[in-house]
Structure formats: structure tokens, C-alpha cells
């Protein structure tokens, strides 16, 4: 363990005497009250008034609520407390589109462009507990429309930038929103895609929504005087500013859907006081944010790690580099040009996008200066060794941490991640879980594994990110979390710890497959898949069988050298079986273009096997690629 001095969290612990990281993850557990007062006052998170309690949990660990008594806004404290400390002419907010055009907000420029939107918002009647959505691709105005609506405290319902009308208009009517951003329209891959259009349809069948205010990216909006449709420009033009307004520490700030397996999306909700310190802990603590970075995560509003993003980088003060379409385009390299051109020093990517990138001739990334990196950050589906290596390797050049960190939206951040102290890491583990969340991995029952078993991933006490219920429907909220195990909160990720205190999460724990009695994640299968050289994606399901109970299916996407023909298959069924055993032998390999994946880059197995299986698809609004989906129906047959 290296002695990370110039780190946050190396300064928190010579602060509070603390030896080590697992003693700090020893005494979060023993007493939070002391652990989240110290992450609070170590990045000088304000209240106006200073709460009674920290934690109450008089209703149950599942109604946990916090800084009971006390008044803040994430609005204030992300800018004006900022800005106060003198940082007013530091870089917010640096953007970059596909075709090149730039613009930068210094702090005292964003915070304006926040204040004049949120004195527009206010003329209009909009309140404490209004809900209003945002619907727009990364463009500094989604920032400071997010910052504008909590700052007055109504609730930001951040909506992926893809979706389509339906899943656009179900989150708006469940929410009750009142009103909605958008943009005119957004650039992917050099296509005008027509973001009002959506909007338009979708709110018809939205009885609760009053306006629609119109960011205009293509032209100048012109919309009728006094109509529900008005330009951003007129809301932040007429109305002065005003600052952020005093709210209970528990008032709501937003709401964020996720996909379930079955049924509609479920609202999380998520507080001023907790979404704050859950992303000063993770980000600016554990992560290793710090002032002078710049940071570049290319994400979307929809997935939490953008207001996560919103919040965190200003809650440091930092340069959030926002950078339009996709890493890709227009030129195969344009990630590591950004790095390059835009002196990026933290770095975040999903792994999926990395085995993306693998199979790029080597000279993609090898042309560009990356020196400039000096942390980088990993969230989404599980890492392949192959994948951790190559990144390490062609990226950071040996030499740069790379921070491993999965949670949920549900968490409101992280779980488990790696810091900047566990620089010897193996690929694809975590340092451990993130102190103040009581992470455990346990079996059916409740009891702890042993070290290397695979266990459920589960927390043993509430932490201040967790969401506080599900929008309108708590019932569902107990039944999702908190009904597998009393008393635990049960994420639905499968984790083991070795011998070390090492952390691993091996997939989704509803994607389990069990064949003779023999339980294994998708993902050891895949990561056989994948080793071979052969695969530059996989998905492995398990489908019915007369004889196992269950057999594996393989559905995977050829590497660019590698032929899609019976010998491949052949060649892949025996590395499975190489790696796991006979019993685990595919009864089928499929080879496809491309898998079906959230807006998270997440492989949607469960779709995978509904159409092998011919079975209803369920909810598809989390759906990125729904190309990958007819393809595979065809496939399939």
C-alpha cells in the first residue's frame, strides 16, 4: 500500500489518526454518527441551520432519515460555497460537440445561468416539490437546469437522452411533473436527432405538465407568447436572479427511474443532505476528485453517474469536461483526443466501452499523450482480466490507478470501489466496500460467506445515499430490498472476498445459472469467452433443459479478425468447458453484431433469454440499441 499523502483520503486519515483503510471502514461501522459528521466537515458541507440528529431510525432502517432538523441545498453549497472560497473564475463547465464547436462556464458564469433559471422558474409558480424533468443531451444548460431545480427546491427527474415518447411520458405522468427541459435537438454519430419531437408526443399524455422550455441547439425556438412550449432563453432572460433557497435536509431533490425486470420503472428518491455527502464520500473522498482535476466521464443524465457528475465535480470545485455523442465518433480515437486536447486528469470509463476500444488496430490509442491522466475510474458491467489489462496497459501506460466502483441507483452512488492507497490490486477487484455502508456478502440465510465463496451482496445498516423509498410506491421499494433477508438491505449483486480483502462482484445474482446443482454468474463464462481472444462481447444464459435443468447459452459478437463459423463455435464451447468443466459445456453459441444493453452499457441477459426462449420482453425502456434486439430475434428464429 502505497502512502498516498497527496490524496483526500490519505488526509483524512492522518487527520483522524486512522492506520489504515480497513481500520476507517472498522470505525464507519462502529460508529456513523462520528464517520459521516467527519466526511460532512472534512469537505465543508453547509447547512444554513445545523441539524439536531443525524440519523433516525425510530421507523425502521428502511425509513431511515437524516440530519433531522437541519436546512441546506445542494445548489448552494455546489456554487456559492464555492465561490466563496475564491474559486468564482476557476473553469465549471468545458464542453465540446461532435463537430468541434467549445464553450466554457467559469463558476461565477454557471452560477448566474443557475440563478437567472431559477428566479425563471419561480415567476412561473414553480415550488418546493415541484418535479421537473430533464430531457437533453450533455450540454453545460443540462447542469445548470439541474442546479436551477433543486435550487429553488423542486425535484429534478433526470430522463435518458434516447428514450423514446413512451418511456419519456411514463416517468413524467408517475412523477407528476409539472414541467419538463429538452433540446430541440441532439448530434449522434452526425445524425440531427429531434429531442422536441419526443417531448411533444409524450406530453400529451401528461395531464400534470404546465411547460415545456425549449434549450434551441439548432436554430433560434421562436413559440407562442403565454403557450405551454417557451425557449430557455426567454426563461433565464426576464426574472433576475435568485439565489438557492433554505430546505429541510430531507427534502426530496430528485427522482431517478430504473428499469425493472417486470412491471414499470421504479422511482428512487433521493435527498439534499444524502445524494450530497453520498457523492462527497465517493467522489471527493474515495475517488479521489480533488480541485485542480479535470474530469471527463461521458454519460447522460438518465444514468446516475450524470447527476452524480453534476453534483460532485462542483462540490470540489473542479473542470467538468462535457463532450456531446459518443466516444467513437467522428473519429475512432475521439476519447483519447479529448484526454489529449483537454489535458484530462481523471478519466472515467464502463468496461464495456474498453472491450469496445480493444478491438481498434493498437495505434488508435497509441498516437495520443495521455500523461496528462492521473486517476481513472470504472463503473458499469463487471471487468474482464483481459480488458482490466489492456486498459492499464494502453491507457494509464502502467502507471496510472485505475479505481474500480460499482453501486446503484438505488445506492445513490457506490458499494464497493478501489482508492488511490491500493495501488497492487488484482484486475477487476475492488479495494473493499466503501466505509459507512455496512457491506456484507452473505448466503441465503443471512450468514456471512467464507473467504472466495460467492454470496449475495448485501448492507447490514442504512447508509445516507440510499434511496429514500420508491416514488409513490413504497410497498414495492420493502418488497425489492428489504423483504429476501430481514434485516438486510439485499442489492441483487453476486460478490465474493478472498483471502486478501479483496472484493469481487461477479453480475446480477437474478442472472444466476444452475445447472446439476452447480451455481455460477454469467460472467465467469463470459470472461472464458472473452480470454480467448476470439469475442469482443458475450452474453451467457442458462435456458431450460430436460436433463441439467438448465443448459448455457452463449450469445456473442466475433472479434474483428476472428470468422463466425462452426469452428469458432466449437473452439469457444471448449474453453468453457476448460474453465468451468463438462457440465457447463454451451448447448448453443450464437454470433451476432451486437448484444442488447442498457444506457449503462449493461448486457441485458434477461432479454437475451426471453428471446430464446420466446417469452414476453417485458419493460424495454432501458434499451440503448434495439437493432441488437431485432437482429437477435431473427437469429434466433
Known amino acids: 500500500m502505497s502512502a498516498g499523502a497527496d490524496s483526500q483520503l490519505g488526509r483524512f486519515l492522518a487527520l483522524h489518526r486512522i492506520a489504515d483503510y480497513e481500520a476507517l471502514c472498522d470505525r464507519a461501522a462502529r460508529d456513523p454518527d462520528w464517520f459521516w459528521r467527519a466526511v460532512m466537515e472534512f469537505h465543508r458541507l453547509r447547512f444554513f441551520r445545523p441539524f439536531d440528529q443525524l440519523l433516525d431510525t425510530s421507523l425502521g432502517p428502511e425509513w ?137 408526443e409524450a406530453v400529451t399524455s401528461v395531464p400534470t405538465l404546465e411547460h415545456v422550455f425549449v434549450v434551441a441547439r439548432d436554430t433560434v425556438a421562436r413559440f407562442p407568447e403565454g403557450g405551454r412550449t417557451r425557449s430557455w432563453d426567454d426563461l433565464i432572460s426576464a426574472s433576475g436572479e435568485l439565489r438557492p433557497v433554505e430546505l429541510p435536509a430531507e427534502a426530496t431533490a430528485m427522482i431517478v427511474y430504473t428499469s425493472g425486470t417486470t412491471g414499470k420503472p421504479k422511482g428512487t428518491v433521493h435527498s439534499h443532505c444524502g445524494f450530497m455527502t453520498k457523492v462527497a464520500l465517493d467522489f471527493g473522498l474515495i475517488l479521489d476528485l480533488q480541485s485542480s482535476d479535470r474530469l ?12 452524480i457528475l453534476a453534483v460532485a465535480v462542483p462540490l470540489m470545485g473542479a473542470t467538468l469536461v462535457l463532450a456531446g455523442g459518443v466516444p467513437d465518433y467522428p473519429e475512432h480515437g475521439r476519447l483519447w483526443k479529448l484526454v489529449q486536447d483537454y489535458r484530462i486528469t481523471f478519466l472515467g470509463v464502463a468496461p464495456t466501452m474498453i472491450r469496445a476500444f480493444m478491438q481498434q488496430p493498437p495505434e488508435v490509442v497509441a498516437r495520443y499523450d495521455l500523461s496528462s491522466l492521473r486517476v481513472t475510474a470504472a463503473t458499469g458491467e463487471p471487468w474482464t482480466p483481459e480488458a482490466w489489462t489492456w486498459f492499464r496497459r494502453e491507457v494509464g501506460r502502467d502507471r496510472v490507478p485505475l479505481l474500480n466502483y460499482s453501486g446503484g441507483t438505488e445506492i445513490g452512488g457506490g458499494i464497493v470501489a478501489g482508492t488511490v492507497l491500493h495501488d497492487d490490486l488484482e484486475p477487476c477487484a475492488f479495494a473493499g466496500p466503501i466505509p459507512g455502508m455496512g457491506a456484507i456478502v452473505v448466503d441465503e440465510s443471512g450468514n456471512r460467506v467464507g473467504a472466495g465463496q ?23 421499494y420493502i418488497e425489492s430490498y428489504w423483504s429476501k433477508i430481514p434485516g438486510l438491505w439485499v442489492h441483487g449483486d453476486f460478490a465474493s472476498i478472498d483471502t486478501r480483502g479483496r472484493w469481487y462482484i461477479h453480475g446480477r445474482s437474478d442472472d444466476t445459472i444452475k445447472i446439476a446443482g452447480k451455481r455460477t454468474g454469467p460472467a465467469e463464462i463470459e470472461a472464458a469467452l472473452l480470454a480467448t481472444g476470439k469475442v469482443a462481447e458475450a452474453a451467457a444464459v442458462g435456458v431450460p433443459d430436460a436433463l441439467k435443468g438448465s443448459a448455457v447459452v452463449c450469445v456473442c459478437v ?41 444506457r449503462t452499457m449493461k448486457i441485458m441477459r434477461r432479454l437475451v433469454r426471453s428471446v430464446l426462449m420466446h417469452e414476453p420482453e417485458g419493460d424495454l425502456s432501458g434499451l440503448v440499441n434495439p437493432d441488437s434486439l431485432e437482429a437477435l430475434r431473427k437469429t434466433v428464429g
Not at 296 to 307: A, E
Open 558 to 598: 466475433p472479434s474483428r479478425h476472428a470468422a463466425a463459423d462452426a469452428d469458432l463455435a466449437d473452439e469457444l464451447r471448449s474453453a468453457v468447458v476448460e474453465a468451468l468443466g463438462s457440465s457447463f459445456r454451451p448447448k448453443s453459441v450464437l454470433f451476432v453484431a451486437d448484444i442488447p444493453k442498457t
Open 454 to 476: 460467492v454470496g449475495e451482496l448485501a448492507l447490514s445498516m442504512p447508509s445516507i445515499g440510499l434511496t429514500r423509498g420508491f416514488w409513490n410506491d413504497p410497498q414495492r
Open 64 to 200: 431511515a432519515r437524516w440530519c433531522t432538523g437541519g436546512t441546506t441545498n445542494i445548489a448552494w453549497n455546489c456554487l456559492d460555497r464555492v465561490i466563496e472560497a475564491g474559486r468564482g473564475e476557476h473553469s465549471a463547465i468545458e464542453w465540446t460537440g461532435e463537430t468541434g464547436e467549445c464553450r466554457t462556464l467559469n463558476y461565477q458564469e454557471l452560477a448566474s445561468l443557475v440563478r437567472r433559471a431559477a428566479a425563471g422558474l419561480a415567476r412561473l409558480g414553480y415550488r418546493e416539490g415541484d418535479v421537473v424533468g430533464l430531457y437533453m443531451p450533455m450540454v453545460p444548460e443540462t447542469i445548470a437546469a439541474y442546479l436551477a431545480i433543486v435550487s429553488i427546491g423542486a425535484i429534478a427527474l433526470p430522463m435518458f437522452s434516447g428514450f423514446g415518447a413512451q418511456a419519456v411520458a411514463e416517468r413524467l405522468a408517475d412523477a407528476g411533473a409539472k414541467g419538463v427541459v429538452t433540446a430541440d435537438v441532439t448530434l449522434r454519430r452526425g445524425r440531427k436527432i429531434a429531442m422536441l419531437e419526443v417531448i411533444e
Open 296 to 307: 471527463l466521464w461521458m454519460s447522460d443524465m438518465g444514468w446516475l453517474t450524470g447527476p
